[in-house]
């Protein structure tokens, strides 16, 4: 619901209009909302990828977005993930990642036919998934102007998963032989899903899973037989990163329980020569979502996924200064 001013505020001096806009691809219809100064001209724009868990553009994730850029110049565009809300499209296909990074460089494509909008100024934004989307899009797309990545793994899915699991587990207070025992079945299933192991052992771990206590906190179900989380565990974010010469802002978060930030950071690190275009920045205390003070037991709740919002200030900070030594902030 909008905002009842108090009567004794003053009219903004920055008023923001929101256009909604459409664009194609893969046959489907994608839609979105572009936030932008009003009268502004030859605007930058950031393109939001999706968390995830956060397909609609209505998602908390995306409001520091729309409430701190527009005022700053910045417009930012942030559509329905296809077979969610407006968009057309599969959601079955929610896990293809190459199909979800070419729907945001068509959403840039689109903006860059726009003449409101400055098309050397466009780039990409995404936090989890949507972090390595970006990664993928700026790849596809050499002339994006920046590229921002936050709490993307430089892992694979599986060891992502694993990590992920395993700290699970431990917040909710599981002894370490079940840990173990949860990782053990996951590497097993993720063997034969690679095709590397043999089906039977496979199918003798799910089995044995699905009898324990923690089966419903393993991450599990449905992966033996998955292709996406196949073809999830084949993709590889650093080829990605290879790939692109696009100025590339990666950002963690000190406190992230859900992705290696630790062997990402040595990842990054011993591959710098590679990527001069990165910049690569941690943030004290930040978990996952770039919020702090957040109860480790609150930031592993599926209730709790609906109200991601980052607030941390060292990261609205970093990402203002960042957009402006690149230039698309302008002073």
């Known amino acids: 619901m909008p905002t009842v001013a108090p009567?004794?505020?003053?009219?903004?001096r920055t008023p923001i209009e929101r256009r909604e806009l459409a664009f194609t691809n893969g046959g489907s219809l994608l839609r979105g909302t572009l936030y932008a100064p009003?009268?502004?001209?030859?605007?930058?724009v950031v393109i939001a990828f999706h968390g995830a868990q956060a397909a609609s553009r209505d998602h908390p994730l995306y409001d520091h977005l729309?409430?701190?850029l527009p005022p700053l110049g910045v417009a930012v565009f942030v559509f329905d993930r296809r077979g969610t809300g407006a968009s057309g499209g599969d959601d079955a296909r929610k896990s293809d990642f190459d199909l979800l990074a070419a729907d945001g460089v068509a959403a840039f494509r689109m903006l860059a036919a726009d003449n409101q909008i400055d098309p050397r100024r466009i780039g990409f934004w995404?936090?989890?998934?949507?972090g390595w989307l970006t990664l993928l899009a700026a790849e596809k797309e050499p002339r994006a102007a920046f590229a921002v990545a936050v709490s993307a793994p430089m892992a694979g899915a599986g060891v992502q998963m694993n990590f992920a699991v395993a700290n699970?587990?431990?917040i909710k207070g599981y002894k370490q032989a079940d840990i173990d025992a949860a990782i053990a079945a996951r590497e097993t299933i993720d063997r034969y899903a690679r095709g590397e192991g043999d089906r039977a052992s496979a199918e003798r771990a799910d089995a044995e899973a699905r009898k324990q206590p923690w089966w419903r906190d393993s991450y599990l179900s449905g992966n033996l037989d998955d292709p996406t989380w196949r073809g999830q565990m084949a993709a590889d974010p650093l080829r990605a990163l290879d790939g692109s010469r696009v100025p590339t802002l990666m950002i963690f978060g000190q406190a992230d329980p859900w992705v290696p930030v630790a062997p990402s950071l040595a990842a990054l690190d011993a591959s710098a020569a590679r990527h001069p275009n990165v910049t690569l920045r941690v943030i004290d205390g930040a978990d996952h979502s770039m919020m702090l003070g957040v109860d480790p037991k609150a930031q592993i709740d599926p209730a709790g996924f609906g109200k991601l919002a980052p607030d941390a200030p060292a990261y609205l900070g970093l990402l203002a200064s960042w957009l402006t030594?690149?230039?698309v902030m302008r002073p």
């Not at 995404?126 to 949507?130: A, E, K, N, P």
């Open 7 to 12: 009567p004794w505020a003053i009219a903004s």
């Open 126 to 130: 995404g936090l989890s998934q949507g």
């Open 168 to 170: 699970v587990m431990r």
């Open 38 to 44: 009003r009268g502004g001209r030859e605007l930058p």
């Open 325 to 327: 030594e690149r230039g």
């Open 66 to 68: 729309k409430t701190m």
